[in-house]
């Protein structure tokens, strides 16, 4: 594995490349640009004044097994980096979208988007247990630059209640980058997971012991995995934690390659099928949707029956809907353009509703002032 700063944030603090470790520690700690973020609290022991500074946040991004098999086992470089762009591209839509900080304004303190980050990205190749699992665990430094400079902590809210709208775009990159490469994909469930045709369930089973250790914790309290809630499967991961421990690379991708031909993995004839089908431009599905057609459907099962929803899951729900079948990046403009139009419109508490629902909404307050009395 290695590490590597990125982001907006990161640039102008000139961190770039390789992370430096003691430079690493300090911008955990608050201490930027000449700043030390945090508050000052008192110290219930010892009465005295002391710095207290929330260090940042671990977001995990983990591939499908099926990619891990073909990244990791059959060390496909591509598959890598498809992995690779998905993360940034989930990373750079928390960036702009959702990275706040609060202020004081006319006495009140109040949310103002900061759009930068600062984020040390840690790339590894295996689970806990040793399996082959391609994932990258991005630390979210505490810190974000308003636009007068001044440093300031991070306000969690709104990264915390997109983590499925961050998780689909990640999933929905991922998948669009593999279907350039001639990968041809199934869908495992209605949130928009998917794995490589050409590795059944079985396979996947059998190189995901970690998986089965958290599905019994959480199946021994009564919790299916498929229905828990991000906490359980939290609490389970912790609960289930083996330590960690050091092994010879090379010793364990040959153990892998030899799992693999035992179960029937043929990770070739799945990268020859691959390459055969990118020759022809790439998997060019039937089922594919623009990014209108997404963002109608997400509108249409929500707002139809709540009348106001948030932005956050009108994203969600078309990006889940569109994995594989559009990019994430079209979504996004789509929803731009439905709202420059007119057709999905923001209220003042910041939810949307549709031109239509709010026409009929209009039409029935106009019925019942004609009726009154």
Known sequence: SYTMLGMIGAEMLGLSGQIEKQAFFETLNGKIDGQELGKTVINEKTGEKERDHRPGTDMTFSAPKSVS??????????????????????????????????????????SVKTGNLVVGMFRHNTSRDLDPQTHTHAVIMNATRREDGEWRSLTNDEIYKAQRTIGAIYTGELAAKLQEQGYELRRTDDKGNFEIVG???????????????????????????????????????????????????????????????????????????????????????????????????????????????????????????????????????????????????????????????????????????????
């Not at 073909?70 to 060390?75: I, K, Q, S, W």
């Not at 993360?87 to 109040?110: I, N």
């Not at 250790?213 to 939290?234: C, P």
């Open 69 to 110: 098999l073909l990244a990791e086992v059959g060390g496909n470089r591509d598959v890598r980096e498809a992995h690779e762009h998905a993360v940034k591209a989930a990373l750079t839509y928390m960036e702009s979208e959702l990275t706040y900080t609060r202020q004081m304004k006319d006495g009140q303190l109040e």
């Open 199 to 373: 590795v059944t369930r079985e396979q996947i089973e059998h190189f995901s012991q970690r998986r089965t250790e958290i599905e019994a914790s959480l199946k021994a309290r009564g919790v299916d995995i498929d229905s828990a809630t991000a906490q359980d499967k939290e609490d389970a991961t912790l609960m289930t934690r083996a330590k960690k421990v050091d092994v010879d690379h090379d010793t364990l991708i040959a153990e892998w390659k030899g799992r693999a031909s035992a179960v029937g993995v043929d990770l070739a004839e799945i990268q020859a099928r691959a390459g055969a089908m990118r020759e022809q431009g790439g998997v060019m599905r039937e089922d594919r949707l623009t990014g209108r057609q997404d963002m109608e459907f997400a509108a249409a099962h929500l707002i139809e029956r709540e009348a106001v929803v948030s932005r956050e899951d009108l994203m969600r729900t078309a990006l889940e809907h569109g994995v594989g079948r559009v990019s994430p990046t079209e979504v996004q403009k789509a929803f731009e353009k439905l709202e420059a139009e007119g057709h999905l419109i923001k209220l003042p508490d910041d939810n949307y509703t549709t031109a239509k629902m709010l026409n009929s909404e209009q039409w029935a307050l106009d019925q019942v002032r004609a009726q009154k009395g």
